[in-house]
């Protein structure tokens, strides 16, 4: 593999690998000095044709700190303002020498086009997917992934950590690519996922099983091949408890999904809340609740986490709707949230997938 678009299709070990190479970056960030040569002489153009802050900086430090000349590109102020294409702009940082680009957009499949390009030019340039439109964002699951990890087993985090634990995924499902990748990437855990939503910020499949629910469907085990791999999901509304899923044992090698329009089912016994922002701005009116009443049935509050684990812990990518999806009380409270952490561990998940894919390791990460 020389580019992360998705994580569809990433294999176990190689969640490992860069869960274990994001600890050693840990540990160098945890040094004095925290930069090591490592990418010296290789370039980092960090593409953003979208808005972002959390992963152009950490993007841009992660480079940073492994020596790596680091390249900045906002549409609004480059000459695609002048017509330029995207295609044409990948191709003009390419001739400045760019061994990485780093693209966020907010049409799905830019990254894999501005990929197939360097493919068919024939050049080595990794292209990391850094979030585009509703379909997936892989550097933020790694993150979240590493954030959980670490707080199990800091000295060796690994997949396997989160087999058997419940996650609830809350909120606008439909429009996020930080849950489509979470998804891939906690179901090949083992861990149980839970999402919650109301049925119009579910894509259309999940929301259909939920239907089929309330007109009073008894066994909602349902199995569907994914389009792009031959791995299934278990998808179930209904699990007869968390820790004995509904899911026939024959398909215990499968990823297990369960699906829940009320936030009660998914919080129940949760490890692990991770909620998504409401993407405004992606919704049309009729999407968009009102705010107050989301709050309400799908906030997150310390009073909600009442039915968690006792020890549970809070998730969200940022940036936050304060007082919409997770209260602000919760949100600033390091008793249960993670929300800072996983703002770091930003930093050494990507010097990882920099390291990784710039190293001309790339066994490290399996073709
Ligand atoms: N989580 C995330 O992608 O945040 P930014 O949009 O600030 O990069």
Same mark, same amino acid.
């Given at each position: 593999?020389?580019?992360?678009?998705?994580?569809?299709?990433?294999?176990?070990?190689?969640?490992?690998?860069?869960?274990?190479?994001?600890?050693?970056?840990?540990?160098?960030?945890?040094?004095?000095?925290?930069?090591?040569?490592?990418?010296?002489?290789?370039?980092?153009?960090?593409?953003?044709?979208?808005?972002?802050?959390?992963?152009?900086?950490?993007?841009?430090?992660?480079?940073?700190?492994?020596?790596?000349?680091?390249?900045?590109?906002?549409?609004?102020?480059?000459?695609?303002?002048?017509?330029?294409?995207?295609?044409?702009?990948?191709?003009?940082?390419?001739?400045?020498?760019?061994?990485?680009?780093?693209?966020?957009?907010?049409?799905?499949?830019?990254?894999?086009?501005?990929?197939?390009?360097?493919?068919?030019?024939?050049?080595?340039?990794?292209?990391? $997917?850094?979030?585009?439109?509703? /379909?997936? @964002?892989?550097?933020? +699951? #790694?993150? =979240?992934?590493?954030?959980?990890? %670490? !707080?199990?087993?800091?000295?060796?985090?690994?997949?396997?950590?989160?087999?058997?634990?419940?996650?609830?995924?809350?909120?606008?499902?439909?429009?996020?690519?930080?849950?489509?990748?979470?998804?891939?990437?906690?179901?090949?855990?083992?861990?149980?996922?839970?999402?919650?939503?109301?049925?119009?910020?579910?894509?259309?499949?999940?929301?259909?099983?939920?239907?089929?629910?309330?007109?009073?469907?008894?066994?909602?085990?349902?199995?569907?091949?994914?389009?792009?791999?031959?791995?299934?999901?278990?998808?179930?509304?209904?699990?007869?408890?968390?820790?004995?899923?509904?899911?026939?044992?024959?398909?215990?090698? $499968?990823?297990?999904?369960?699906? /829940?329009? @009320?936030?009660?089912? +998914? #919080?129940? =016994?949760?490890?692990?809340?991770? %909620? !998504?922002?409401?993407?405004?701005?992606?919704?049309?009116?009729?999407?968009?609740?009102?705010?107050?009443?989301?709050?309400?049935?799908?906030?997150?509050?310390?009073?909600?986490?009442?039915?968690?684990?006792?020890?549970?812990?809070?998730?969200?990518?940022?940036?936050?709707?304060?007082?919409?999806?997770?209260?602000?009380?919760?949100?600033?409270?390091?008793?249960?949230?993670?929300?800072?952490?996983?703002?770091?561990?930003?930093?050494?998940?990507?010097?990882?997938?920099?390291?990784?894919?710039?190293?001309?390791?790339?066994?490290?990460?399996?073709?």
């Amino acid at each position: 593999r020389h580019h992360v678009l998705s994580l569809a299709d990433f294999t176990a070990a190689e969640y490992d690998t860069v869960l274990q190479t994001a600890a050693s970056f840990q540990e160098v960030l945890s040094r004095r000095t925290k930069k090591v040569p490592t990418l010296q002489g290789h370039v980092v153009a960090n593409l953003f044709f979208e808005p972002s802050t959390r992963t152009r900086s950490s993007f841009e430090l992660a480079a940073k700190r492994l020596s790596a000349d680091i390249l900045n590109f906002a549409a609004a102020t480059s000459s695609m303002t002048k017509g330029e294409t995207i295609l044409d702009t990948a191709k003009t940082y390419l001739a400045m020498g760019t061994d990485i680009m780093v693209i966020r957009h907010k049409e799905a499949g830019v990254p894999n086009a501005i990929a197939a390009e360097m493919d068919r030019l024939g050049v080595r340039v990794s292209v990391l $997917n850094a979030g585009d439109g509703q /379909h997936e @964002h892989p550097s933020q +699951a #790694l993150l =979240d992934l590493f954030t959980i990890c %670490t !707080l199990i087993d800091p000295a060796h985090p690994r997949l396997e950590l989160l087999k058997g634990k419940k996650i609830a995924i809350v909120g606008d499902i439909l429009h996020s690519r930080v849950a489509r990748s979470n998804i891939w990437s906690l179901t090949a855990s083992g861990a149980q996922v839970h999402l919650a939503a109301p049925p119009t910020l579910l894509p259309k499949l999940f929301a259909q099983y939920i239907f089929e629910e309330s007109e009073g469907a008894q066994d909602l085990t349902k199995v569907q091949k994914s389009e792009n791999t031959n791995q299934e999901f278990i998808i179930s509304s209904s699990p007869s408890s968390p820790s004995s899923p509904s899911s026939p044992t024959s398909h215990s090698q $499968n990823r297990q999904l369960f699906l /829940h329009w @009320h936030l009660e089912p +998914a #919080l129940q =016994d949760a490890d692990f809340v991770m %909620t !998504l922002r409401l993407q405004k701005e992606r919704m049309t009116a009729h999407l968009l609740p009102s705010l107050r009443e989301y709050h309400h049935m799908f906030g997150i509050t310390r009073t909600k986490l009442q039915l968690c684990k006792p020890n549970v812990k809070v998730l969200h990518p940022g940036p936050v709707n304060r007082g919409v999806e997770i209260s602000s009380e919760l949100m600033d409270d390091p008793e249960f949230s993670l929300i800072q952490s996983q703002v770091t561990s930003g930093v050494a998940v990507r010097m990882a997938l920099l390291y990784l894919l710039g190293s001309g390791k790339t066994s490290a990460i399996q073709n």
